[in-house]
């Protein structure tokens, strides 16, 4: 099966930064997908990474290292409205399926 | 992207009654998806809903309980048969326009069952 730890919780304040690790253990890789999930509603896509490397968007950017199956989202300049629950999603080699990780809550304070 | 809607979009059902829920895309796509997300819980896949043929169901998930239908590129159902509470759960459409691609979500439905 597939193996993919993130932290349950986090707790930042407005306006500081928050990195949230992902790692990984799976039957090959092609693709590492961070979504962004509110309460109550869908996942949203935030970014996806497939080779190594540091990928920015705006004040979101997610990193990779397929040698040592880890990827991290960074949240800069955090708003009350970042608070939610952020997934990370692993396409093995070889699969159009996604799995996904348990997600990790992050509560923005003022 | 693609734009999803599901519907309904949520509903309270009688134990030992069945559900269909629709997804309905704005373009056609390649892969339509079937998730459940329990309370607290992150996404586990149901099956892979294929165009013209029978879905693709991952273990723990059967037909029987799950009947999923896929007529066309743009549109595909998910029933919930013989429903129980352990059955409450929000239930999530995806697609990938194309097959490898990013996964886009539906607002899901959020089904309880008494």
């Known amino acids: 099966g597939q193996n993919i730890d993130q932290p349950t919780e986090m707790t930042a304040t407005e306006g500081a930064i928050v990195q949230i690790n992902c790692t990984y253990q799976?039957?090959?890789?092609?693709?590492l997908f961070w979504y962004q999930q509110h309460a109550g509603e869908a996942p949203t896509f935030l970014s996806y990474?497939?080779?190594?490397g540091l990928e920015e968007k705006g004040r979101f950017s997610s990193f990779l290292s397929r040698s040592k199956g880890y990827s991290y989202l960074l949240l800069k300049e955090l708003q009350m409205k970042d608070s939610a629950s952020y997934l990370c999603?692993?396409?093995?080699?070889?699969?159009?399926?996604?799995?996904f990780g348990a997600g990790t809550t992050v509560t923005v304070r003022a | 992207s693609a734009v999803i809607s599901q519907k309904p979009s949520r509903d309270i059902c009688q134990r030992g009654t069945s559900l269909t829920i629709q997804c309905q895309v704005d373009s056609q796509v390649t892969m339509m998806f079937w998730y459940r997300q329990q309370p607290g819980q992150s996404l586990t896949l149901i099956a892979t809903a294929n165009q013209g043929s029978e879905a693709t169901y991952e273990s723990g998930f059967v037909i029987d309980k799950f009947p999923i239908s896929r007529p066309n590129l743009t549109f595909s159902t998910l029933t919930v048969s013989n429903m129980s509470p352990e059955d409450s759960s929000i239930y999530l459409c995806?697609?990938?326009?194309?097959?490898?691609?990013?996964?886009?979500f539906g607002p899901g439905t959020r089904l309880l069952v008494l």
């Open positions: 995806s697609v990938e326009i194309q097959r490898g691609e990013t996964q886009y």
């Open positions: 799976t039957s090959g890789f092609n693709g």
């Open positions: 999603a692993v396409r093995p080699s070889n699969d159009y399926k996604l799995s």
């Open positions: 990474n497939v080779l190594d």
